[in-house]
């Protein structure tokens, strides 16, 4: 991109980056990302609630679940993507599907669970965020998160790093507001939410766990990131600076994640659960 028209372009005070998802993309992995999805679910003690929100509930996969084990409860799955959701009113289940932003969501009627897997670090301002989402919900609720930590993973630090200095002569490639928005540590450090919940909650547990992904193909956490992390970054790069940003990127990956002897590659991913009863 010319100087003039990357100035342009970063000048709008209310730019933003692109946040498509994928469905297709994002399902390459199912079985991998389901995991921590059910271990959260699991991990909710509560026997019969009459009402919960699945936020930021992708295709629905955990929400079906979840009307599975609570058939008397009145089950809603939010997102904000419009693509997502068609896919997830397309599987079906008792389940009602609201397209809302879980930034400026207010649920209708009282929740016993809110539930929310590998969706939270994509909404800001959690010192206010996790706080509210516990507010709303009835006495003896349940709020069950998951969130990657994979911020410092060498997938996500790669990432940072090819955007900053992968151009030609060591440029960094994208707008500055692209840039700035990869670089957000998008979850706090763990005592944060301790500090944030405790007093507001009767029972709060939280706790990590690093899955070990066993992946196989061709470049698989450049496959995996694409559906999830790296999606700001394909949706916003153009042209000759994507191609770049691939190139050197996928390589990158490579040798950081390499191929074992039997094809496959392995991809440390650690997560954070956070499970508190009001
Ligand atoms: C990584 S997917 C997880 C989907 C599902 N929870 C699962 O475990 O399979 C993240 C989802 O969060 C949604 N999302 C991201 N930001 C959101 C927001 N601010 N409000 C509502 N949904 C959001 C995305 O559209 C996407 O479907």
Redesign the pocket.
Known sequence: MSSSKRAASESGAKQKTD?R?SPVQ?QKFSDH?LRP?LELLSRVPLEAPKVTF??????G??TRLMAERWPEAKVFG????KQ?LEKAKAGGGKVEWIE????SWTPGAGPDLIY????LH??KDHRSLFPKLASFLNPGGCLAVQMPLSFDAPSHRLMRETLDGGGKDGRSLGTSVLRKAVARRWVENTDVYYDLLADRVRQLDIWETEYLHVLEGEDPVFEWVKA?GLRPVVNGLKGGELERFVEIYRRRLRQAYPQRANGKTLYPFPRLFIVALV
């Open positions: 946040t998802w994002y990302r999805a699945d936020l930021g509930c992708g295709t996969n955990v939010l997102d904000s993507s997502m809302a932003d879980v930034s929310s897997n590998a969706t994509w909404v999830t």
